[in-house]
C-alpha cells in the first residue's frame, strides 16, 4: 500500500445533488475509508439540515488538527445558489481565530469569496467577501481560504501586507469540471480531481491538484447547469 496517510478528508460542499439521506451516507462511508478524520460543509445544493443530521460530528465546524485549525463555515442561502457569511459564521471564525492565537487557521467555505474569471459563476460567489477579508486582516494566524463551487483550479495570493499574505485555493469538482474563464456555463473536459494540501508547522502550505483518471466521465453538454 503506497498511499500516503491523510490526516484529514474535508469536502467543501455540494456533498450531494438532490439531498437525500442515502446520499450523505454513501459519500461519508466513501471518505472514511480514507481518514479517520472527515469533515463536510453545506453547498448550494445540499440541505445542510440533513448533511448536519447525518453526518453529526464529521459537520462540525472547527476541527483541532496538530498545529492548525480548520474553520468550516456555511455560505448557503436557502432556496438560492448564492453564497452569504451571515453574522454567526463571521463570529464563528472570529472566535476560532481568538480562541487558538497560537495555531496556524485554514477557513473552508463553499461559496468563492473572491471572483475567479468566470462571470456566470462570480455572480453567485459569496456578496460580502469583504467582510471575510476584514476579519481575516485582524487575524494574522489566518493562513489560507479554501471552497469548492467552481468546479476548477484556482491559485492565488492576497496580500494584507509584508508579514500577511492569504493563501486563496479553489478545488476542482470530484465530478463535472467548468472552463475557466467563461462568461457563460461551459464544461471543461478535463478529469475530476481533488487538491492535497500539506499544512506545515510553520504555516507554509503545499498543495497540488491530483486529475482521477479512467473513470469515462461523459457530461451532457446540453445541460444548463449542475
Known amino acids: 500500500n503506497n498511499k500516503k496517510h491523510l490526516d484529514m478528508v474535508i469536502a467543501t460542499g455540494d456533498i450531494s445533488h438532490d439531498g437525500s439521506i442515502c446520499s450523505y451516507k454513501y459519500f461519508l462511508e466513501s471518505v472514511q475509508k480514507l481518514s479517520s478524520t472527515v469533515r463536510g460543509l453545506p453547498g448550494n445544493h445540499d440541505i445542510p439540515s440533513r448533511l448536519k443530521q ?74 460580502n467577501g469583504h467582510e471575510l477579508f476584514a476579519l481575516i486582516n485582524t487575524h494574522k494566524n489566518i493562513r489560507a481560504v479554501i471552497w469548492g463551487h467552481v468546479h476548477q483550479e484556482f491559485d492565488s495570493v492576497y496580500s494584507f501586507g509584508p508579514s500577511h499574505k492569504v493563501r486563496l485555493l479553489a478545488c476542482p469538482a470530484t465530478s463535472i469540471q467548468f472552463m475557466p474563464r467563461s462568461k457563460e456555463f461551459s464544461l ?11 499544512l506545515k508547522p510553520t504555516g507554509e502550505i503545499q498543495t497540488k491538484v491530483v486529475r482521477v483518471s479512467g473513470l469515462n466521465l461523459t457530461p451532457d453538454h446540453k445541460s444548463t447547469g449542475y
Open 54 to 127: 447525518q453526518w453529526n460530528r464529521c459537520a462540525e465546524p472547527i476541527t483541532d488538527l496538530n498545529n492548525w485549525i480548520i474553520v468550516s463555515l456555511d455560505s448557503t442561502i436557502e432556496g438560492s445558489n448564492d453564497g452569504y457569511l451571515q453574522n454567526n459564521q463571521l463570529a464563528l471564525l472570529e472566535h476560532a481565530c481568538s480562541m487558538h492565537p497560537d495555531k496556524h487557521i485554514l477557513v473552508a467555505v463553499h461559496h468563492n469569496p473572491v471572483p475567479v474569471g468566470s462571470k456566470w459563476l462570480d455572480n453567485m460567489m459569496i456578496s
Open 188 to 198: 471543461d473536459i478535463v478529469q475530476p480531481g481533488y487538491r492535497v494540501i500539506d
